[in-house]
């Protein structure tokens, strides 16, 4: 299969790869990179399980291709602490935001979008930020408690 030289910022990383140019951003962060947070669910774009941050833009990873990623920066799930302890993935935490955990990488890559960009937002505001995310199990009510208490926080002003 033909492959080009693929460079990119990961979680503040420049990092480079022999890749498929086609091949979906989402395989390139879990296989390639051991990124394995970021989910698959749909893989259609539909769930939101795959969100990332690609150039201050949250997109579906399993939409992009890896060549449109070349030159860019990418925020994935890792990136945002180290061993889970950044605000917003507190308060899913503290407000039982998650259960099943499929949906929550995604969840919180959203929120996270959200707060950095509207740190004091309305329940509407981040049901419509979550939209294009899906959850099975919580039924949704607690995931925007979480992101609300986490708006609520100190901590998020220094996001
Ligand atoms: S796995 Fe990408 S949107 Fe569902
Ligand atoms: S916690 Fe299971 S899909 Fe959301």
Known sequence: MKTSRLSLTINGARRTIETPPMK????????DFQLTGTKE???EGEC???SVILDGVLVNSCLVPALHAAGANVRTIEGLSPGGSHPVQ???ARCGGAQCGICTPGMIM???HLLE???HPSRLEIQEALAGNLCRCTGY???ID???AASEGDEIADL
Not at 24 to 31: C, I, M, N, T
């Open 24 to 31: 979906r951003l989402l395989d390139v962060l879990r296989e």
């Open 41 to 43: 669910g749909c893989g």
């Open 48 to 50: 939101g399980a795959c």
């Open 90 to 92: 507190a308060a899913f």
């Open 110 to 112: 959203a929120s996270v």
């Open 117 to 119: 960009r509207n740190p």
């Open 141 to 143: 009510q607690k995931i």
């Open 146 to 148: 979480a992101v609300q």
